[in-house]
C-alpha cells in the first residue's frame, strides 16, 4: 500500500486548499492508498467535506533569518513522518515546503505542488538589491535550493505557464518537473437535469464570479462591465461568491455606482455549485490566473466563460469553443463577448455543451490516476 502525506499550511478557502481535499478523499477511497493530511494551522473551511481521511494539525515551524540563525522546530513533524513512515510527502504552497523539507528522510519521495509561479523562486535581479521582500525571497530560495537538492525533489506544475517559470528559475539540477493540470469533482457540478434546461433567456441574464477578494483577482472591473452592459438596456445581474481585504471597496463601488439591486455579495459558500446551476455566464477578471479552477467547475455546470488573459487560464478557454479570452482590462470588449452571447443562442448553446464536454476531461478521478502514476516514478528514484 501506498502512503502518502500531504502538508499544506491550512484549510482556509482557496483553489488550493480546495484541490488538496479533493486528491485526500480520492486517495482514501482507493485499497491501495493511504492518506494522512497535515496542516500547520487549525483554521479550516471544509469540515463538511474531510471526514473520509485523517487530518492532523502539527505546531512545528521554520523562521528563516538574514542572520543565519533559522528558528526551526521541527520534532513533531519529525514524530508524525516516523510513526506515519510514507512513501511520498507531497507539499502544497510555500510554508510547508521550508518545514517539510528542512530534515528530510531517506526512502520517501519529495513532490512539490507547484500552485502558481512561486515568486520566492526567481532568480537574482535587480529588484533584489532595492526591495527587502525581493530579497527575503531570493534568500530563501537560497535555502530551499539547497535542501531540495539533498532529496532529489519532485515538481508538479499545474498549467504551462507554471511549467515555463520553474523551468526558467530552477537550476538544471532540479528539473524534475511534470505537467498535471489541476482537476475538479466533475459530478458535483455537472448535473444532467440543470443542463438539460440551461438556454438564456433575454429577460434576464445572469452573471457569476467566484474568488478571493484580493487585488489580482479584481472584482472591482467587474462592476464596470454591468454597469457598460446596463448602459446599453440589458437587463443584467451578477453574483459575487467569495470574501477578502478588497470585498469592503467593491461593496462600497457598487453602492456608488447605485448597483446595489443587480450586483450582489453572498462571502464565502459552501454550495458554489447551486449558484452556478442557476446562473447564465461564468466572468473571470483575475489579472493573473495560474491555472483556474474555478473556470472548470463553471464549464462543468454548463456555462460558458468569458475572461481576461492570467497566463494560467490559457489551458482551459478555447476561443469561441467554451468561452472567450480577453487580451486586457477593457470593459468594452469585454462586454462585447458577453453581447455575443446573449444574442445568438444558437452559439451559447454550442459553447455551452462544449464546456461540459471540455470540463469532464479534467475530473478528479481521472487526476488521481495519473497523480498515482507520478508517485510510483518518484518512489522508484
Known sequence: MLKVLHIIPSLSKGGAERLVVDICTQLSERNFAEVLLLVMYQQGEYADITSSFQIKFCKSRVLPSFSGKVKADISEFNKIVKAFNPDIIHSHLFE???????????????????????????????????????FTDFYERKLMLRKYRQCDNNFIA???????????????YLQNIFLLPNAIDYNKFSRND???????SLQKI????????????????????????????FNISLILLGDGTNRQ????????????????????????????HKADIYVH???????????????????PV???????????????????????????LFTEKIEVLIKDKDLYAHISENAVSFARDYDIKMYVNKLMEIYYQCCRK
Not at 498549467?159 to 537550476?171: A, G, Y
Open 96 to 134: 510547508a515546503e521550508m518545514l517539510s523539507r528542512w530534515n528530510t528522510f531517506q526512502n520517501i519521495g519529495y513532490v512539490t505542488h507547484c500552485h502558481d509561479n512561486m515568486r520566492q523562486f526567481k532568480r537574482f535581479d535587480a529588484e533584489c538589491l532595492f526591495r527587502k521582500s525581493r
Open 206 to 233: 445572469e452573471l457569476i464570479n467566484v474568488g478571493s477578494f484580493v487585488d489580482k483577482k479584481n472584482q472591482s472591473f467587474l462592476i464596470d462591465v454591468v454597469k457598460v452592459l446596463h448602459g446599453k438596456g
Open 158 to 172: 499545474i498549467s504551462k505557464d507554471t511549467e515555463r517559470f520553474f523551468k526558467t528559475n530552477l537550476p538544471c
Open 249 to 276: 471597496m467593491v461593496e462600497n463601488k457598487i453602492k456608488e455606482n447605485n448597483l446595489t439591486d443587480h450586483i450582489r455579495c453572498f462571502g464565502n459558500v459552501n454550495n458554489v455549485e447551486d449558484f452556478m
Open 194 to 200: 440543470v443542463l438539460a434546461k440551461k438556454s438564456l
Open 306 to 332: 468569458v475572461c481576461l488573459d492570467g497566463k494560467g487560464n490559457r489551458d482551459i478557454v478555447r476561443e469561441k469553443y467554451n468561452g472567450f479570452m480577453i487580451p486586457k482590462a477593457d470593459a468594452g
Open 285 to 303: 477578471s483575475a489579472l493573473y490566473e495560474p491555472f483556474g479552477l474555478v473556470l472548470l467547475e463553471a464549464m462543468a455546470a454548463g456555462l
